[in-house]
């Protein structure tokens, strides 16, 4: 039915509404009565108008009609699915289209698409740049330092960052950008930090040196990116070392001139926020909106060297 033949049936059950009103009123007895019942009447009437219009519709659609209709809910309701997934979707960063990201580091890295016991999955900090059309390449090793393993120091074997990448001789030639993102486990682990210019793995500052210097040389054209730890709150003693090793973290990635950034102050997990409960499952690695935000920091970093 149109528009018009829509507001010409109210228009005209309105005016009759008004003289029935109108006369009603002048019976004292039973008036009430007799204008409930001619209303009732009216808006009879005007239904069958409504219905003689639609029926020719109703016909030809019956059977399409409840598929027509279900579609139409399905379709609304994945609009509304979309509306509200879009209202939280990470900003579109176009140059990493078509890009490969290595990314190389602890648990917090090797997390990404694990079931964690009592949490649920987690979707890494990757997550993000595939959002933004890069493949994305894992080298995450949980409980690996930057320096390599020292028995006189640790009470418990575990592995090391510079093995797994360079004795390892993992090939980089085909990626675009790598990303450093370590540190957390040398400092746990009583690992010593070395000095900027430290060129021995034996040291979480040295071994770093070492695997920048191995990527440059497997692939020269490709953009690294270092990134400090994440603030952590399950030993509160380590604090003081943490903040020394993203120090140094960050002098080693200036002295190539390489971008690099303190998470432990701009990921948007910090003890200062008072959010680490919300972002971290147990005061040391991220669940999945943790990792959003730590993701969406370095993808910021990256972004802005694209400028």
Known sequence: ????????????????????????????KHGKLVRDLLMTLVTVAGISVLVMDLAPRLAKSESQGITKVVEGLVGESQ??????????????????????VAVIGDSITELDGQTVKNVGPIVG???????????????????????????????????????????????FKDVDIVTLFGGTNDV??????????????????????????????NNPKCQIFVFTPIQRTDRD??????????????????SYELP?????EN????????????????KLHPNSDGMALVGQRMAEVIEGTME
Do not use: C, W
Request: glycine share 6%; hydrophobic share 40%.
């Open 267 to 282: 990921s948007g997990i910090t003890k200062e926020s008072d959010n680490q409960v919300k972002y971290m499952y147990d």
């Open 125 to 171: 900090y990757q997550e993000v740049f595939r959002q933004q059309g890069a493949t994305v390449v894992t080298y995450g090793y949980s409980g690996a330092t930057y320096a390599l393993y020292d028995k006189n120091i640790s009470g418990s074997e575990h592995r090391s960052i510079y093995d797994m990448i360079v004795k390892a001789k993992v090939d």
């Open 237 to 254: 003693n380590l604090q003081e070392k943490m903040e020394a090793t993203a120090l140094g973290i960050m002098e080693v990635a200036k």
């Open 260 to 264: 690099t950034d303190n998470l432990m």
């Open 1 to 28: 039915m149109s528009l018009e033949k829509v507001v010409i049936v109210i228009i005209a059950m309105r005016l009759i509404d008004i003289t029935i009103l109108f006369f009603s009123r002048k019976l004292t």
């Open 79 to 100: 609009k509304v699915v979309t509306e509200k997934l879009e209202a939280v979707e990470i900003t579109k960063r176009p140059y990493l289209e078509d890009k490969k």
């Open 188 to 217: 746990g682990r009583g690992s010593a930090l070395g000095t900027v210019t430290d060129k021995t793995p034996a040291t979480t500052l040295g071994a770093l040196r070492g695997i920048i210097d191995y990527v440059k040389s």
